[in-house]
């Protein structure tokens, strides 16, 4: 059966770092374009950070430079380090493929940025 499980996720002041984890559960999403989407209450999902396979990287404009995504396949496991994290990155962060399977979605991981 396949799951999602994402992890990482707390209150950090503006500034700080976080580090997300999304373990998979088995190879499918070792496969498969994956990528970190969040969800602000009232607002629809994004797509935050992509990563292929191979290691190919795409971010969403609001957190280049910021925010790395990248993939452990042989752990089946995903990661999106934060870094200098800002009021507007507060959101629930989910892992899923690129495109997104909807019937995949986790319950996600709360990360607050807050003074």
């Known amino acids: 059966q396949v799951q999602l499980v994402e992890s990482g996720g707390g209150l950090v002041q503006p500034g700080g770092s976080l580090k997300l984890s999304c373990a998979t559960s088995?190879?499918?999403?070792?496969?498969?374009?994956m990528g970190w989407y969040r969800q602000t209450r009232g607002k629809e999902r994004e797509l935050v950070a992509t990563?292929?396979?191979?290691?190919?990287?795409n971010y969403v404009d609001s957190v280049k430079g910021r925010f790395t995504i990248s993939r452990d396949n042989a752990k089946n496991t995903m990661y999106l380090q934060m870094n200098s994290l800002k009021p507007e990155d507060t959101a629930v962060y989910y892992c899923?493929?690129?495109?997104?399977?909807?019937?995949?979605w986790g319950q996600g991981t709360q990360v607050t940025v807050s003074s």
């Open positions: 088995g190879r499918l999403f070792s496969i498969i374009p």
């Open positions: 899923n493929g690129n495109p997104p399977w909807d019937q995949y």
């Open positions: 990563i292929t396979p191979g290691g190919t990287t």
